[in-house]
């Protein structure tokens, strides 16, 4: 092999470790909470918050984890939360003045486990 061309060989393989590393942190460590049914990735644990309402709450989803539906009932609009892995209920969506994102998923926690 020519002198150029084991360079060239060199750079492609440190472009690689380079683009390995950059991929790596999207693995993270970070805790999951997951449905208690399915398994599906639903929250992160830097999104959980401690509402005083009893019930685990975050002020964010994960990706496509969870399917929100409007509800008309009791004349109350209210927005209903469901896995989007098999459709067990959550919980319920409520504004929140003091989130990050002004919303509070307030979740059953029969309904989440810790993967
Ligand atoms: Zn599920």
Not at 34 to 54: N, P, Q, V
Not at 56 to 78: C, D, I, M, N
């Amino acid at each position: 092999m020519s002198c150029f061309l084991h360079r060239m060989e060199r750079k492609q393989q440190r472009r690689e470790a380079r683009i390995r590393l950059q991929v790596q942190p999207s693995f993270s460590a970070e805790p999951i909470y997951g449905c208690s049914r399915c398994g599906h990735a639903l929250f992160e644990e830097s999104t959980k918050f401690e509402s005083g309402t009893g019930f685990p709450s975050f002020w964010a989803h994960k990706g496509e984890g969870v399917v929100q539906r409007q509800l008309s009932t009791y004349g109350r609009e209210r927005i209903q939360l469901l896995c989007g892995g098999c459709g067990q209920h959550l919980g319920h969506l409520f504004p929140n003045k003091h989130t990050p994102s002004r919303l509070r998923y307030c979740i059953n926690a029969a309904a989440i486990v810790m993967l």
